[in-house]
Structures are given as structure tokens and as C-alpha cells.
């Protein structure tokens, strides 16, 4: 198991970005406990980027309920289809917000939060178990760089059966 993260500290976000992929895989692929591997992966990509709030929720009863996280607290429960978390879940595609003022019906958890970023899991029976909620305290934080390598990220979770 990793003891540290080694990265380009003042590299382009693409460079961190492949340089922390492999170290993320390695840290999960032999842990079994989902909750470790989250909080592993969000304390990676928070060290890493610095980003204002990264975390996952779950997809319980029919609503995301929140998981492991680094940042400041967060709303803990997101209806189906609200919010950026709930759209992404309901349209199972990852949504990109440059401005989160203009994402109608955006939920504001935090008023520092400017432009955010949220990908699904998508089991194989096409179902969303999850999904990666990451938040900037700036505007335009997140682009396609952003989109491919947190993709790559969230499929290398696995879930137990």
C-alpha cells in the first residue's frame, strides 16, 4: 500500500492526472471495503488538485446519499433528477458546470462553490451506483482533461456483489 502520493506538484492537470491514475489504481485494487477505497480516492484527488469539495455519493433508496468526502460538510441527501448530482445519476452521463449560478435548480450546499463536475458509476446492468461530485471555489474549473481522467477514476471502483 502507498505510504504517500508522488506527484508533479507544479505540473499541467493532465500530467498530475496520469501520474496519480496508476498510484490510485494500485491503492484500491486490493482493498475490498468500498468505503476505504472512496475515501482513498477522495483524499487522492483533494491532495492532489486542491478542488473546494470532492466526494461520492450513493445511490440508497432511491436517492444519493452522501459517502466518504473531503472538504467542508455537505448536504447529505439528493433526490433523484435535483441538483447537478441528481441529473448526472438520472441522465447517467457526467455533467460538466462552469458556472453553477446558471445550472437550473443547482443545490447549493455551499455558497463558495462556483463550477463543478459530477460522474456516475455505471454498473454493467446499466444501472448508477454512485457518482463523484467535485467542486471549485473558482469559475471554469473543469474541462474535458477534467471529464476523461475522473471517468477513468470512477471505473476503477469496484463493488463487491
Known sequence: MAEELIFS???DKAKI???ILPQIASLIQNETDLYANLANISAALKQ???????GFYLV??????LGPFQGPIACTRIAFGKGVCGTSWAQKQTITVPDVEEFPGHIACSSLSKSEIVIP???KNG?????LDVDSDSLNS????DKNF???IVNLIQIEA
Open 9 to 11: 506538484k507544479n505540473a
Open 17 to 19: 492526472y496520469k501520474e
Open 48 to 54: 492532489s488538485f486542491d478542488f473546494f469539495w470532492v
Open 60 to 65: 440508497k433508496n432511491n436517492e444519493l446519499v
Open 121 to 123: 458509476k455505471i454498473e
Open 127 to 131: 444501472d448508477v451506483s454512485m457518482v
Open 142 to 145: 473543469f474541462d474535458e482533461v
Open 150 to 152: 475522473l471517468e477513468q
